[in-house]
């Protein structure tokens, strides 16, 4: 599923940004560099990349910020921050702005090839829903409709990130069930290992965001094992 894929890698470090390069080249990637925010977001536009790789500090603008103005400029790029500083603070903030993942440095760079394949993967899912037969999941006022990638409740249009789409979809699928953590990880993102559970938390703080303001909470949390969708 690699081939003909281009990972945009930002990275102001020349020997990881090589490293990095030759890795996903050797996994048939087609890899672009940029070594600053503002080549990066050229890149973007030029070179139209399937995901990136972006490093939190730059000599310029930092990682945030070019992802801020990707999302702005209507980019939604899977993007996944490198960074070396490994704090829920940093963590949130990479994903309110639109991230998909996060990796700590120093990493494993088979690690690093895995976590791009799966964000591609879970891209590539929501790419594919259009012409997947049609499929819409109903629960009390809310209503997913995965094959035109719209999400309702009491009739007001909801916008969410492929991410949330895909988590939101797979709650209702399973409606009334009691889900894990792990459950949801492996299914949602693909891959399981402990620091995960802060992104899964934040991503249900962000469908909380936006489901709960148009009627009464419909996703809930087992105490110690995880959350339920259920009116």
Known sequence: ????????????????????????????????????????????????????????????????????????GGDQVPVIFLTARDTPSDTVTGLTLGGDDYVTKPFSIDALVARVRAVLRRAGAGAAAPSEPDTVLRVADLELDETRWTVRRAGADIELSPTEFKLLAYMMRNAGHVLTRSQILENVWGWDHHGNAQVLETYISYLRRKLDPLGPPLIHTRRGVGYSLRP
């Open 1 to 72: 599923m690699s081939d003909n894929q281009r990972v945009l890698v930002v990275e102001d470090e020349a020997n990881i940004r090589d490293l990095i390069r030759t890795a996903l080249r050797f996994h048939g990637f087609d890899a672009c560099l940029a070594r600053t925010g503002a080549e990066a977001l050229r890149e973007a536009r030029g070179r139209r990349p399937d995901l990136v790789l972006l490093d939190v500090m730059l000599p310029d603008i930092d990682g945030f910020e070019v992802c801020r103005r990707l999302r702005a």
